[in-house]
């Protein structure tokens, strides 16, 4: 919790020490400040037996995070991905989040929340849905060890919330309270933290409970393409008809050229509540036995709610006059003249949640000096549901429009039309598609580990998880005049004042001369108005699928010590694992089950050896392995009825497979001081890879039932438009390896290695990494050389403290450079984010040794988010900011 830190022995608590971290002296260590809680991560670190980083609870509680994935890219070689301005997910030395395992206490899981498109359907774990508070210790193991969990590729990251009898004997009490500010919606709101524990008098019983909540709302304000397309042919271009005269050079040159789909600015607000708890009961009756049950909740709303003034090109081009255009060096028709545009203004509103539950049981039993035995199981539920997901859409079929993209970031769009006035628009089209996704573990392992001399300890035991994966969704979609009658010629309902509000926009970046205010649906009044949710959802037969994986097996591991002529620790083994899996979706509207298993033999060698007792030389060798990603394994798929594009999945597809090669140099030149550098290889043998291909929905062999009216693929399709349209057919199949390979420099130095007096209490942290990763890219038949998705080529952070006990001051930046993540649409190679630079600060003073006084700030430098579309011309997709957050309160320890 906030105000207290342990550095935990292996015997009195030690979730850092029984996840392989280090040993400590039998005596808890109390951290009550900056300095020492990165002392006692720098001394896990040393005595570790692989390559890990450690944080322990004064770290994550006294950085300016308001999560957990904002604590640990501090960690060298791990960066972030943000979802409303915070971390959401992570990326280890190059391979994105579902190249990860996380455990919870010792138990792996997975945790998923909404994002900006839909669920993370996938293995990746979402980090914003717990609160930083609520843990004590963040381990992240970055190679592998036989009796390591299997499943990564990139790391396996333990979070730990502490043992009750780490805290002593007696009772005490912890509780932090702050207001949170947004200087871009002037939102204030709070966030507050509690711990209790108790133990008895001989520290044999204890127990505690922690509670951490926080409701606030964050600002998204930009702009957004919808990426850029081309191959569409206008109606006309500078007066000429394009359908009659198709040659025409203007007609010709912009259909070949890109045109954003669908331009606009808006606001996205998210409005979020985070609620967590832990509570745990150990007991230690004797030294030989301990018995400790955990339990941990967490609870994440969101309402997101987006207010769209937009220009609706997709799909709608031949309809659509163009003229005074201007194509620049990329092939982009920048700047253009549209009249008889679809303006469409839009609002949109989802409701969220995840529910996360976790209870763990471990009881650890010696038999003599040599002999122990670790019995551990458990069980983990994350059930996100979307019961609400509304869009209710606004359209003027013949407005006149302007737009000018010659600053991608922040481009010049103007309605010549009046869109302020509700009476030129009709209700035109309106969407309902609520959805869930739910995940299982079952877990249970025993650990036997025996010390025949000092030096060697021999460790076995068996395993068993099942983990349960299952979605669903269904739709209550439509245009007006499908659903209900409308008037000759119309397409929609009229629109007057009561169905509609005025939106303004705010600070979006926007260029002088830009439209600011339009209507946009009241929603509550357009979904009475529409009986929205009183209509019948119908459940997506491609959206409806599921998976469930059986791992069993075992792990032999050989731990030793050797003295002379240096001294040299390591381990060395092997892990079976045999994974059965049965994949459940729908195939032509059939419901099939598809069953399949294999095995995977695992070695693993971890070597470290000291040539001074302040110097370590490390290296690692091992094999390992990530199922692959859940949407894909599947069978079927769905369909973009905007886009014409069919994605299937494949239940055959093998997993990612890879030699892992690490070494790093370590120098302790002093106490609380170190300097690394790691070196990494990821021989990645197999990994699976998207293909596409061009086909029409005859040969697909989907029935028309799936199909929704108003859409543009149903009236192509149904209504006989294009019925031989080709669409966009995406499955993953089998590919070649690739190699990732990087290298780690990370320093924490406190000045009281080289000074004393006033110099003493500041320090420096920081570190860079390199990645650089490799893999062919199928594009158009032409493979080109990319990155893997989610690898920025670069990555760094690093704070400089003061802290003398009293009073500290922290600044804290992040740097993340550019990455892709993965294909994109429409003619475009690849998509993806520019380069980030986040800046953070924390201000702390000790009224009195109970009290502490707390400022911190995030994202100083309100940095905007700039995502592209195609690698090469770096395309305006979206460019966002969410704000400066100061928060102010306080900390009572009693």
């Not at 040993?23 to 951290?31: L, P, R, S």
């Not at 509207?589 to 598809?594: A, E, K, M, N, S």
């Not at 093998?654 to 790093?664: E, I, K, Q």
């Not at 994109?824 to 006084?853: C, H, M, P, Q």
Request: aromatic share 12%; charged share 20%; glycine share 8%.
């Amino acid at each position: 919790m906030p105000a207290v830190a342990m550095a935990q022995d292996a015997d009195a608590a030690g979730t850092v020490a029984e996840d392989g971290v280090g040993e400590y002296d039998e005596n808890v260590i109390i951290v009550s400040g900056f300095r020492e809680s990165l002392n006692a991560a720098v001394a896990a670190k040393r005595e570790a037996v692989g390559q890990v980083d450690v944080i322990v609870a004064e770290d994550i509680a006294k950085f300016p995070d308001t999560n957990l994935a904002e604590s640990l890219q501090r960690i060298p070689g791990v960066a972030i991905e943000r979802d409303a301005g915070e971390g959401r997910q992570i990326t280890v030395r190059g391979l994105g989040a579902q190249f990860t395992r996380v455990r919870v206490n010792g138990m792996e899981t997975i945790a998923t929340s909404v994002d900006g498109a839909s669920f993370n359907r996938d293995r990746a774990f979402d980090f914003n849905v717990f609160a930083s508070e609520l843990f004590n210790s963040i381990v992240v193991n970055k190679t592998a060890s036989a009796s390591l969990d299997e499943g990564s590729l990139g790391a396996v990251i333990d979070l730990n919330t502490g043992n009750p009898l780490a805290y002593g004997a007696g009772t005490k009490v912890v509780a932090t309270v702050q207001g949170r500010y947004n200087d871009l919606n002037d939102d204030i709101s709070p966030r507050i933290a509690g711990l209790f524990a108790w133990n008895n008098a001989d520290e044999t019983f204890g127990l505690s409970a922690s509670a951490a909540w926080s409701k606030y709302e964050t600002p998204e304000l930009g702009n957004n393409s919808v990426r850029w397309a081309n191959n569409a042919t206008f109606r006309s271009v500078d007066g000429v008809n394009c359908t009659t005269s198709p040659a025409d050079v203007g007609c010709v040159e912009v259909r070949n050229a890109f045109h954003p789909r669908i331009p606009r600015y808006g606001l996205v607000n998210h409005d979020r509540e985070r609620l967590g708890a832990t509570a745990a009961i150990q007991f230690r009756p004797s030294d030989s036995t301990d018995i400790e049950i955990d339990a941990l909740y967490s609870n994440f709303k969101e309402d997101r709610d987006e207010y769209w003034g937009e220009v609706l090109l997709r799909s709608n081009e031949r309809n659509i006059d163009l003229s005074n255009y201007t194509i620049d060096g990329d092939n982009n028709v920048i700047s253009a003249d549209l009249t008889n545009a679809w303006i469409r203004n839009e609002r949109y509103h989802r409701e969220s949640e995840t529910d996360f539950y976790q209870i763990s049981g471990r009881l650890e039993q010696s038999f003599g000096d040599t002999f122990t035995a670790t019995l551990q199981g458990g069980f983990s539920k994350s059930d996100a549901t979307i019961p609400v997901e509304t869009t209710i859409i606004f359209d003027d079929r013949d407005g006149d429009y302007s737009y000018d993209y010659s600053n991608m970031d922040f481009p010049l769009l103007v309605f010549n039309t009046d869109v302020t006035d509700p009476t030129n628009f009709q209700l035109a089209e309106f969407r309902d598609r609520p959805s869930s996704v739910e995940n299982k573990f079952k877990t249970v392992s025993l650990d036997l580990e025996w010390e025949p001399v000092d030096g060697l300890k021999i460790s076995t035991g068996p395993f068993f998880r099942q983990f349960d994966y299952f979605t669903t969704s269904a739709r209550r979609d439509s245009q007006y005049c499908s659903a209900f009658t409308c008037a000759t010629g119309a397409y929609g309902a009229p629109v007057t004042s009561d169905l509609a509000e005025l939106f303004e926009l705010g600070d979006a970046g926007q260029p002088s001369g830009n439209t600011n205010a339009w209507v946009v649906p009241d929603l509550d009044a357009t979904t009475a108005f529409l009986d929205l949710y009183n209509r019948t959802a119908t459940t997506q037969q491609g959206d409806e699928r599921g998976v469930r994986e059986k791992t069993m097996g075992g792990f032999f591991q050989t731990d030793f010590e050797i003295e002379t002529p240096v001294r040299m620790t390591g381990n060395f083994g092997v892990r079976y694992a045999k994974t059965k899996q049965t994949s459940q979706g729908f195939v032509s509207g059939q419901y099939v089950t598809i069953k399949r298993d294999y095995d995977d033999f695992l070695p693993a060698v971890n070597l470290n050896i000291f040539p001074s007792d302040d110097f370590i030389i490390r290296g690692a060798i091992a094999q390992v392995v990530t199922r692959p990603s859940l949407g894909n394994l599947t069978p079927g798929g769905s369909v973009d009825q905007f886009n014409f594009r069919i994605t299937s999945g494949n239940p055959f597809i093998d997993p990612y497979r890879a030699w892992n090669y690490d070494v790093s140099l370590e120098y302790y030149f002093a106490p609380g001081a170190i300097v690394s550098l790691a070196g990494f290889i990821k021989d990645v043998q197999s990994f699976p890879v998207g293909e596409s291909l061009q086909i029409t929905w005859a040969q697909s062999g989907l029935p028309n039932s799936l199909l929704t009216s108003g859409t543009p693929v149903y009236d192509a399709i149904v209504n006989g438009t294009d019925p031989n349209r080709e669409f966009e057919f995406r499955t993953t199949t089998n590919g070649e390896g690739a190699t990732i390979k990087g290298v780690e420099l990370g320093l924490n130095l406190p000045f009281s290695a080289f000074t004393s007096g006033a110099l003493s209490d500041f320090g420096v942290l920081g570190n860079v990494t390199y990645v650089d990763s490799n893999q062919e890219v199928n594009f158009g038949g032409t493979l080109y050389d990319a990155s893997f998705p989610g690898v920025s080529k670069y990555s760094a952070n690093g704070t400089v403290y003061y802290d003398n006990g009293r009073f500290s001051v922290r600044v804290s930046g992040a740097y993340r450079s550019d990455y892709n993540t993965g294909n994109s649409g429409n003619g475009n190679f690849l998509e993806g984010f520019d380069s980030t630079f986040n800046l953070d600060a924390s201000i702390r003073y000790k009224l009195t040794d109970k009290v502490e006084l707390l400022i911190d700030g995030n994202n100083l430098t309100d940095q905007y988010r700039y995502r592209w579309t195609d690698e090469f011309a770096r395309r305006n997709y979206e460019n966002n900011h969410f704000g400066r957050i100061i928060m102010v309160g306080a900390r009572i320890e009693m």
